[in-house]
Each structure stands twice: as C-alpha cells, then as structure tokens.
C-alpha cells in the first residue's frame, strides 16, 4: 500500500507538495470518487488513479543517455555536474540514478532508471551482462595484447581481470580497439591497458548486453527506452 501523494509525486505528476495541493484542490480521483486525503492509502497494481480525468505515468522509468564528458555518473556532486542535472526538466524528481558508472571524461551509453531491482540485475557481476567500448590508445594495439585481453590481465592491484575480448575496430588502425568486458571495476578499461603500457586518450561505451548506443542520439542527449529495449540488455545472457 502507498500513501497517495507519494504514488503521485513518484510518477512524476509533480513535487510531492504540489500533488498534495492537487488533491486538495479535488482533482484526483480514486477508483470514480474524488479523494482529497493526502495519505490516503491506496493498492497501486489495482486502484485507477486519474488526475483531471487522467491517467498517471509509469512509475520506473529507464532512459538511455548518451552520455558527454565532463559530467559525472552520479545523482548529486558538489563540484561537477551530473548526469541527472543534464536530463530534462519534467525527469528530474523522479528519483533517478545511474545504473552502473562511466568516469568523467567517458562518453556513451549509460542507462538511467529509478527501478533499483533492474540496476542491480543489471550490474550484478553473476549476470555476466556484456559491456562494450571502442577505446582509442597512445600506442599500437598489438597481437599479444589482444592475447593478454583473451586470457584475463592482472591488474596493477593484482586483481586478475576475466578473460575480455579485444578486436582492432578497423584493420590499418591499431590504435582503435573494441573492448568487450563483463565486470564493472573502477577505471577497468583504462587499467586494462595500462596493465599493456597503453594509455587511452578517449573512450566511449557502445553497448550494454544487446543494447546499442542509438548512433542518431546525439551527445548529451537521452530517450527512454522502450519495453524491447530493456530486454536486449539481458537478451543473449544465459546467466
Ligand atoms: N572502464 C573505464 O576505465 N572507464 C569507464 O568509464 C568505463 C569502463
């Protein structure tokens, strides 16, 4: 059960002390009769909420942002900004996160919901849900560090990466490689190849399980994901 301004304000109707003013004003109706108790207590999967006759957003929400450097992939920072301050008005207060970290000067793909059940599916290490980069280096991308990728490189902590797969992303350009890893830590890609003796000078993520970066979303820019969507992140994972 949840009190009715929250399942307003969660959905985005508005902040929860506009909501209240809304009901009060006699605007929402529950199941056909005006209510105008704020903390009305209401079965969310099987009461018909209308505001004005209508009826409410969805209360998760999952958003695809391709995402520019020079913010971060977090929810508040005192000295950057977020990733969440660059979404558009009517998503902020929606209790929107990250769903997993690109670093700051990191491009790309970054999925953004508020259904914590699906981030952690998502990000948790038994999943094995693929995440792919096309990472540019300062040096030549040779066979035997594709060899290393392929058999799991150690990390300068001794942390023993597993086994990854790294393709140059055209074939007379070895400082381009494409990087497919299944674990998510810290600084992973770019300690990967400084495992090799390679710096990376950019770094872009393209993809998350079967879910591509939209190449018609321009940086910056996000679009919700559609229910096809959502599924081609765990699409092809048999974990
Ligand atoms: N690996 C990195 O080093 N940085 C990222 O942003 C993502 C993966």
């Not at 998760?60 to 990733?83: H, L, Q, W």
């Not at 790294?166 to 381009?176: G, I, M, W």
């Amino acid at each position: 059960m949840e009190r009715l301004d929250k399942h307003l304000a969660s959905r985005g109707v508005g902040t929860r002390k506009e909501v209240q003013k809304l009901i009060k004003s006699g605007a929402v109706t529950v199941d056909g009769s005006v209510c105008k108790i704020i903390d009305r207590k209401i079965d969310a999967e099987n009461t018909a909420v209308l505001v004005n006759g209508q009826p409410v957003g969805e209360k998760f929400i999952y958003i695809m942002m391709n995402k520019p450097a020079g913010v971060v992939s977090a929810t508040e920072d005192k000295r950057d900004k977020t990733v969440i301050d660059i979404l558009p008005d009517e998503l902020k207060r929606r209790g929107l996160f990250p769903a997993g970290r690109l670093d700051k000067d990191t491009e790309g793909l970054l999925i953004i919901t508020n259904d914590g059940d699906f981030a952690h599916r998502m990000l948790s290490p038994k999943k094995h849900v693929e995440k792919r980069y096309i990472a540019t280096v300062d040096g030549e991308i040779s066979e035997e560090t594709i060899k290393r990728f392929e058999q799991g490189i150690e990390l300068s902590d001794g942390y023993k990466c597993m086994p990854a797969k790294l393709e140059l992303a055209a074939k007379n350009d070895n400082n381009v490689g494409i990087v497919t890893i299944c674990e998510g830590k810290f600084h992973q890609v770019k300690r990967m190849f400084a495992a090799c003796g390679l710096n990376i000078v950019h770094l872009q993520r393209i993809s998350i399980g079967n879910l591509y970066l939209n190449s018609n979303l321009p940086i910056g820019y996000c679009k919700t994901l559609t229910n096809l969507e959502i599924m081609q992140i765990f699409i092809g994972n048999i974990h």
